[in-house]
């Protein structure tokens, strides 16, 4: 059963609306908006991808009020990242694909710490790398969730077994 | 004769293609907002549209708490009330002394000629968050342009100052608190008069009074308030007080650490002021002496003076 895009764009809302929430550790906050975009560039790398990506970004920018560009340079690596590993990410069990994940996810906010860094930014700590630990724990999660609309019920038939 | 794949395989670009590309384009936005500041027509309609998902986001925490308000217990209000009464008591007293002391430093200020300070409107304001920037030292209030904030204006608390509104939106504005690194305000010591300008510590939450000869008349324990001689913060308003004062003979310059007074990470509410009146422009005769130096030919004005 396909993605409907209805789902895609319900997700992304979705994570907009769970990062814009006013969580009072900005480090430890996990970034669900590249969480999200790392599940459907793994799962539909046709449909989502780094103009998603570059795009949503750019909304993450103005809405957190950082560098303009700073997120939609991130969120366009992780994007092609996710598509460049997809179709080996999903032959790992869920522990394997965490792995992955996590590699994504603090590679983009490593690109993210370049770029304020080089814009005259002092370093806030090592405490950053623990959203994106907090971001991967939340995978399987993520998983269950945005493949919920997908699913369909075994379908029961008492006359035809298989 | 020529091969192209069937339409069934055709992805479009490659992606290497696709993420320079988009690189490329992130670059140049990056470039445009944080060396010329072009981007902020682009900013602001960006940030219209991820306004009501910012709003519907604030939802749940802001039902919370109104929840919260509503089961408050009658003992503790009365109990708030009560203090705040008092406080009220204090504060019109002191209303009144400021009053006529205002009345009567203006006629001073008339008698020997000094330019007339102009009053300040003050807007108040909630802080709704903290922005979620871990590299800078940010609030975000609900007042913007509509409500009439304007970038530049100071902000203050019940005791003092908490920084300096940097840029608004809309409908909420963004504050850049004191301590934030690039955040800088001038300051005079309260005791002597002595002048310095403090920069925001970042993650430790002090100021830091840079250039400060090794042996300034600073002590520990010291008020810090506003010198008002930018223009943008009126005069006289508590900043900080000096928490250590290290002296080093093999530097230059002390190192004087100072804890701010209004509740920078804490308060609630905020008073966005007015930004000052834009003092007369610094008569360029420092720009002029630099020519004559480089025996430049100095160009005649426009207007033939």
New interface residues.
């Given amino acids: 059963m396909p993605v409907r895009t209805g789902t895609l764009v319900a997700s992304f809302?979705g994570a907009?609306?769970?990062?814009?929430?006013?969580?009072p550790d900005?480090?430890l906050?996990p970034d669900f908006v590249a969480l999200t975009l790392a599940f459907w560039c793994v799962r539909q790398p046709?449909r989502v991808?780094?103009?998603t990506?570059?795009a949503l970004?750019?909304?993450?920018?103005?809405?957190?009020?950082?560098?303009?560009?700073?997120h939609?340079?991130a969120y366009?690596?992780l994007a092609?990242a996710a598509?460049?590993l997809s179709r080996r990410i999903l032959w790992f069990d869920l522990w394997g694909q965490m792995l992955h994940v996590l590699l994504l996810l603090e590679g983009a906010q490593a690109v993210a710490l370049g770029?304020?860094l080089a814009?005259?930014?002092?370093f806030?700590?090592w405490s950053?790398a623990a959203g994106p630990a907090f971001a991967t724990l939340l995978w399987p999660v993520a998983t269950w969730v945005l493949l919920l609309p997908q699913r369909r019920p075994a379908l029961l038939d008492e006359h035809r077994p298989l | 004769m020529e091969h192209t794949p069937p339409p069934f395989f055709l992805?479009g670009p490659a992606?290497?293609v696709?993420?320079a590309?988009?690189?490329s384009?992130?670059?140049?936005?990056?470039v445009?907002?944080?060396r010329f500041g072009y981007?902020e027509a682009?900013?602001s309609v960006?940030?219209l549209?991820?306004y009501p998902?910012?709003q519907?986001?604030?939802l749940?925490?802001a039902l919370a708490e109104g929840v919260a308000g509503y089961f408050a217990s009658q003992a503790h209000l009365r109990e708030e009330n009560e203090e705040l009464r008092a406080r009220l008591l204090a504060f019109a007293l002191d209303a009144q002394r400021f009053e006529s002391a205002a009345a009567e430093a203006s006629n001073l200020r008339r008698l020997i000629g000094a330019a007339e300070r102009p009053e300040r409107k003050a807007l108040p304001a909630e802080i709704?968050?903290?922005?979620?920037?871990?590299?800078?030292r940010?609030v975000?209030v609900d007042r913007g342009a509509q409500h009439g904030a304007r970038p530049g204006s100071p902000v203050v608390d019940e005791v003092g100052v908490i920084g300096q509104l940097t840029?608004a939106h809309a409908f909420v504005s963004?504050v850049t608190l004191l301590t934030d690194?690039?955040q800088a305000i001038p300051v005079q010591v309260l005791r002597n008069g002595l002048r310095a300008i403090a920069f925001g510590g970042?993650?430790s939450g002090l100021l830091e009074l840079r250039y400060m000869a090794a042996n300034a008349d600073v002590e520990s324990g010291d008020l810090l308030v506003t010198s008002g001689i930018d223009g943008t913060y009126p005069p006289g308003l508590p900043v900080a007080t000096v928490a250590r004062v290290e002296r080093d003979a093999s530097y230059t310059f002390a190192r004087v650490l100072a804890q701010p007074v209004a509740g920078i990470e804490r308060g609630r509410y905020a008073l966005l002021l007015s930004a000052g009146a834009r003092p007369p422009a610094y008569p360029d005769d420092a720009a002029e002496r630099k020519g004559a130096k480089t025996r430049r030919a100095r160009k005649p004005l426009p207007d033939g003076s």
């Fill in positions: 809302v907009l609306l769970l990062d814009f929430m006013p969580w900005v480090t906050a046709r991808g780094l103009a990506g570059w970004g750019l909304l993450v920018d103005a809405g957190n009020g950082v560098l303009l560009g700073q939609a340079l366009s690596a092609f598509i460049g770029v304020r814009a005259g930014a002092e806030p700590g950053l | 992805r992606p290497l696709r993420l590309f988009f690189a384009l992130s670059l140049t936005l990056l445009l907002d944080a981007a682009i900013r960006l940030a549209a991820a998902i910012q519907a986001a604030r749940p925490v709704l968050y903290s922005g979620r920037d871990p590299y800078a940010k975000i840029r963004e690194k690039s970042g993650a």
